[in-house]
T-cell receptor, first 114, second 116 residues
Framework: KQEVTQIPAALSVPEGENLVLNCSFT??????LQWFRQDPGKGLTSLLL?????REQTSGRLNASLDKSSGRSTLYIAASQPGDSATYLC?????????????FGKGTLLTVNP | GAGVSQSPSNKVTEKGKDVELRCDPI?????LYWYRQSLGQGLEFLIY????????KSGLPSDRFSAERTGGSVSTLTIQRTQQEDSAVYLC??????????????FGPGTRLTVL
């Protein structure tokens, strides 16, 4: 059974700092890994999706890496801003039979202080 | 275009009552998913609909939970005889093609259910 762990559970940083969020998964047989952002009372917004054959994806100040063999992914946020404050979720899509399911971590609650 | 919509956004009910949660997927998306996010827990998969195929109900936590998808579009998640442990945010998602590896799920804003 796939399990996804995110570290740290919460992170508070001053504005402008670069930061890294970590995600690990137990089963390396995956189609892809996706990072989401969740704001209070809102749904999930997809930030980056990395296919299993890819090593990283970039969008603006965000960079996500994937090391499938070691079961790890990182989300790097450059020059953080107060608007980045949210919960960040990592989700894995396994390549087994039920390959439509996403398995989520519990998230990292990020607070960027002005 | 319009995204996934869910109603109601908030629902407060008394223990033992039945509730219905609604999801309107993105038009044309063949796959629809329900997830639950309990306090302190990650999102957990509940049920998956794909076209006219039999749904995967393997994630439903008990027989008090059921879901339907009418006409391949709107879905309703029903919880009978609600319990306090059912309190959670229920999220719906849809995707264009379902089981394909490159498919992306688009999430609605969720329904926050509180059982008193």
């Amino acid at each position: 059974k796939q399990e996804v762990t995110q570290i740290p559970a919460a992170l508070s940083v001053p504005e402008g700092e670069n930061l890294v969020l970590n995600c690990s998964f137990t089963d390396s047989a995956i189609y892809n890994l996706q990072w989401f952002r969740q704001d209070p009372g809102k749904g999930l917004t997809s930030l980056l999706l990395i296919q299993s054959s890819q090593r990283e994806q970039t969008s603006g100040r965000l960079n996500a890496s994937l090391d499938k063999s070691s079961g790890r992914s990182t989300l790097y946020i450059a020059a953080s801003q107060p608007g980045d404050s949210a919960t960040y979720l990592c989700a894995v899509r396994s390549s087994g039979g039920s390959n439509y399911k996403l398995t989520f971590g519990k998230g990292t609650l990020l607070t960027v202080n002005p | 275009g319009a995204g996934v919509s869910q109603s109601p956004s908030n629902k407060v009910t008394e223990k033992g009552k039945d509730v219905e949660l609604r999801c309107d997927p993105i038009s044309g998306h063949t796959a629809l998913y329900w997830y639950r996010q309990s306090l302190g827990q990650g999102l957990e998969f509940l049920i998956y609909f794909q076209g006219n195929s039999a749904p995967d109900k393997s994630g439903l936590p008990s027989d008090r939970f059921s879901a339907e998808r009418t006409g391949g579009s709107v879905s309703t998640l029903t919880i009978q005889r609600t319990q306090q442990e059912d309190s959670a945010v229920y999220l719906c998602a849809s995707s264009p093609r379902g089981g394909r590896g490159t498919d992306t799920q688009y999430f609605g804003p969720g329904t926050r259910l509180t059982v008193l």
